[in-house]
C-alpha cells in the first residue's frame, strides 16, 4: 500500500493563504510533516486558484521538490502546465 500526502491543497484556507503570500516555509513545513508521517507521496493541488493555477501549481512544485517525496500534481493538465513553465 501506498500513502498519498494530501494537506498542500489549495481548498485549505492555510494552504490558499499560503500560495497568496508565496509563504514557502509554510508548505515546505506541509510537506514535511507529511513525508515524517509516512506519505509515499506528496500531492499537490492548486485547482481552486481559477485564473493563476497554473502559476501557482509551479510555484508550489518548486517549493515541495527537493528531499521530501516524489510528488504528485493533482490533474495532469497541470502536470503538464507546469512542466513547460519550468523549462522557461
Not at 498542500?8 to 494552504?15: D, Q
Not at 493555477?53 to 493538465?77: I, N, Q, Y
Request: include cysteine; charge should be positive; proline fraction near 5%.
Amino acid at each position: 500500500m501506498k500513502i498519498v500526502g494530501e494537506r498542500i491543497n489549495t481548498s485549505r484556507k492555510p494552504v490558499n493563504e499560503a500560495v497568496e503570500k508565496r509563504d514557502g516555509a509554510y508548505i515546505i513545513s506541509e510537506a514535511k510533516k507529511q513525508a515524517e508521517a509516512g506519505a509515499h507521496f506528496i500531492e499537490v493541488n492548486a485547482g481552486s486558484r481559477i485564473g493563476g493555477e497554473m502559476e501557482d501549481m509551479a510555484w508550489l512544485l518548486e517549493m515541495v521538490e527537493g528531499p521530501w517525496k516524489p510528488l504528485f500534481p493533482s490533474t495532469a493538465r497541470i502536470q503538464r502546465s507546469c512542466w513547460r513553465c519550468r523549462k522557461r
